[in-house]
């Protein structure tokens, strides 16, 4: 499974961006999809979470504010990001999570990451 991220730029406070994360390869155990972020001299931290069925999960400091969404039709991961706010500056990383089979170990697997800055 490779995913493709995009997305990412520079907004003002306030502003809004949505972020995409395309999905290729087999997808045929991949459940949860999500996004992490880093920001520089932190650590990585998850943001929101998705799985297949639709069911959703968010960090506190974004909540009421992003929306995780995907379109399993097209392999393609979404996250819609309003009221931006400077403390969301940091680099947005895509990933998705292969279940376990009996004979197979679950896999995560990590887009390339895209920045997202947000001027105060």
């Known amino acids: 499974v490779q995913l493709q991220a995009s997305g990412g730029g520079l907004v003002q406070a306030g502003g809004s961006l949505g972020l995409s994360c395309a999905a290729s390869g087999s997808m045929l155990r991949i459940n949860t999809m999500g996004w992490y972020r880093q920001a520089p001299g932190m650590q990585r931290e998850l943001v929101a979470a998705?799985?297949?069925?639709?069911?959703?999960t968010y960090a506190d400091s974004v909540k009421g504010r992003f929306t995780i969404s995907r379109d399993n039709a097209k392999n393609t991961l979404y996250l819609q990001m309003n009221s931006l706010k400077p403390e969301d500056t940091a680099v947005y990383y895509c990933?998705?999570?292969?279940?376990?089979?009996?004979?197979?170990?679950?896999?995560?697997?990590w887009g390339q990451g895209t920045l997202v800055t947000v001027s105060s």
């Open positions: 998705i799985l297949r069925g639709g069911f959703t």
């Open positions: 990933f998705a999570d292969q279940d376990a089979f009996p004979t197979t170990p679950g896999k995560r697997y």
